[in-house]
């Protein structure tokens, strides 16, 4: 078993979807061993997990909307964000779904806490969150053990896009970026952040 990384760059959503697709497809029914992990930055887009409410939607049309099979409820990606999407199977990594989403928000605490950023869990909800607000999202589906989806954290993305919705269905949630914090390049924030994927998987 190999773990390959796929760096996009800035990518439209759907093309990430079009290679998710392909390579979920090898896994499930070509067996393929390799475990893959997509690092990219989207253009603006609203996403919508299963679990949406009609009052969690944009106010204002911002960007476009488009409808998914995660779990989750609303969320935003967009320039500033980086949005990591692991392709794996869990049995792979003795990991049990809970213990998966557990994993990807310790990948971006440790990451955060390099930079001495003090992040957290919050009881009963699912990402990473400051003093200033959440930074890191989570919406995962996972396939006979194959895991798609996965989770982004803001590095400088623009606020207006998640004060037009109630992200995850969170009302008067506020939203931090690294850079509310520290001074570091993207490039820097990203090599550590990649380190830490890599170690896990």
Request: proline share 2%; charged share 30%; net charge positive.
């Amino acid at each position: 078993m190999r773990t390959k990384f796929i760096f996009l760059g800035l990518s439209k959503y759907k093309e990430f979807l079009e290679l998710q697709e392909k390579l979920t497809e090898r896994k499930l029914y070509k067996g393929d061993k390799n475990s893959y992990i997509i690092i990219t930055e989207h253009y603006p887009i609203y996403t919508l997990g299963k679990r949406i409410n009609r009052e969690d939607l944009p106010k204002k049309s911002l960007a476009p909307i488009l409808k998914l099979d995660r779990g989750g409820g609303i969320t935003f990606h967009g320039f500033g964000q980086i949005v990591v999407y692991p392709i794996i199977n869990l049995k792979d990594y003795n990991l049990s779904l809970k213990k998966y989403i557990w994993t990807l928000e310790d990948i971006m605490i440790k990451t955060l806490k390099f930079f001495k950023i003090e992040a957290y869990r919050q009881d009963g909800l699912i990402g990473v969150f400051t003093d200033k607000g959440k930074i890191g999202f989570i919406g995962v589906k996972v396939s006979k053990f194959i895991t798609n989806y996965g989770f982004s954290i803001n590095y400088d993305v623009d606020k207006k896009f998640f004060e037009n919705i109630n992200p995850c269905g969170l009302k008067n949630m506020k939203i931090a970026n690294v850079r509310d914090f520290t001074n570091i390049t993207k490039e820097e924030f990203l090599s550590k952040l990649y380190e830490e994927v890599k170690n896990r998987f």
